[in-house]
């Protein structure tokens, strides 16, 4: 159904902060608690050296990071199928809060609205992303995950312009 995870940053932001496509098996990647604190803090607490700068060297292949500083404000990931890129449903977005809110409606992490632990952290990021992009979404507090596929939709259009880009050989 979906999986949302929220962190608070301490990394410097940068000045041009970019919309950024990324292949969907790194966006899943990049859910995991080891990179997103890595991408969240620039200190190597916890970490070999080694391992610390092996996950910042992968964020900087991605140009989600650029010279130690974190270069995005929206994440979306794409899948190649034939000779198109294909939006998916799920974000990687950076709150004016320096907020990190990751999304992933193709998850089965959390896989039910009703019974969710998470969902008044759910709706209530889901609002902020809402009103910092002034989108004229109503939000379902019962059923969020529908919301936030047409929150997703609607900055896939507001950004990307396409769902569907073409590959030239």
Known sequence: MCELK????????????????????????????????????DSREGYSKSYYYYIR?????????????????????????????????????????KDLVYMNLSSNVYDNCMTCKVKPFCVFYLNKVISENKL???IDKERPNESWDRTIKELQ?????????????
């Open 57 to 97: 060297d992968y964020l900087n292949r991605l140009r989600i990071l650029k010279e130690n500083m974190i270069d995005i404000k929206i994440v979306f990931p794409f899948e190649k199928r034939n000779e198109n890129l294909i939006l998916k449903e799920g974000m990687l977005y950076l709150t004016k809060d």
């Open 157 to 169: 259009t507001k950004y990307v312009k396409t769902k569907v880009i073409e590959i030239k050989s």
């Open 136 to 138: 004229k979404i109503s």
């Open 6 to 41: 929220i962190v608070k940053t301490d990394r410097p932001i940068s000045n041009e902060l970019k919309v950024k496509l990324i292949d969907y098996y790194d966006f899943v990647k990049i859910s995991n608690d080891k990179i997103i604190n890595v991408l969240k803090s």
